[in-house]
Every structure is written in structure tokens, then in C-alpha cells.
């Protein structure tokens, strides 16, 4: 969670055409902070509903031999309100229990 805490941005700022300068740079800026290859075992979940990041926006970790994506778009499991919708679906018990990824959080 520390990884996608530290790139989160204002979703109502992304979705606009064009984008202020300031939150380009700023997202720019924390992208470069994070050194991949000084990563060792991280996990990074997305789902394309997520509001906060997506498969789109976090795809720069997607190349990386240091990090292990999972585009978790598929599953059938629908986010919890409570756990900030997509954004907490790994959180889950329908995740936990019916989404065989799910094992991977363990053995990792």
C-alpha cells in the first residue's frame, strides 16, 4: 500500500483532457522517487475500476523484474464501498476465498 499511497493522485484531475501542468509534474516527480530495480518482492495489484489507480496508470511497474503485476480486472468479485470499492477488492472475503490469486499475497 505504501507504493500506490505514495503515487495516489486527485481522480477528478486525471480525467481531464488537459491536465494541469502542476499535477503532471508532481505525478512525475513521485514516479522518479521510486527505483524498481532497489525493489525486492513487491506485490502490485490493479483493476481497471479502481478510482484512485488503474492498470493504465500504474503500467509503468507493469515491465519490471523486480515487481510482481496482477491485472485483476477479471476477477469476478465486485469492491466493497467500505473498502474504497476496487481500490480494496484484494481485501475481499470473496477475493480471499474464490479468486485463486489470492494465494499469491502468501506465497510471494
Known amino acids: ?3 500506490l ?15 494541469h501542468k502542476g499535477w503532471v509534474n508532481w505525478r512525475n516527480y513521485k514516479m522518479s522517487l521510486i527505483k524498481t ?6 506485490l502490485v495489484y490493479a483493476h481497471e475500476k479502481d478510482a484512485f ?3 493504465k496508470t500504474l503500467s509503468f ?11 485483476l480486472s ?6 466493497k464501498v467500505m473498502l474504497g470499492g476496487y ?6 472475503k470473496c477475493f480471499a476465498n474464490e479468486d485463486p490469486r489470492s494465494k499469491g499475497i502468501a506465497n510471494t
Do not use: P, R
Open 53 to 55: 489507480e488503474n492498470t
Open 87 to 92: 481500490h480494496g477488492i484484494t481485501l475481499t
Open 74 to 79: 477479471d476477477t469476478k468479485c465486485k469492491g
Open 37 to 42: 530495480d532497489k525493489l525486492d518482492k513487491v
Open 61 to 71: 511497474l507493469s515491465n519490471s523484474k523486480t515487481i510482481k503485476f496482477i491485472d
Open 1 to 3: 500500500m505504501v507504493l
Open 5 to 19: 499511497d505514495l503515487l495516489q493522485l486527485d481522480q477528478a484531475n486525471m480525467q481531464k483532457k488537459n491536465l
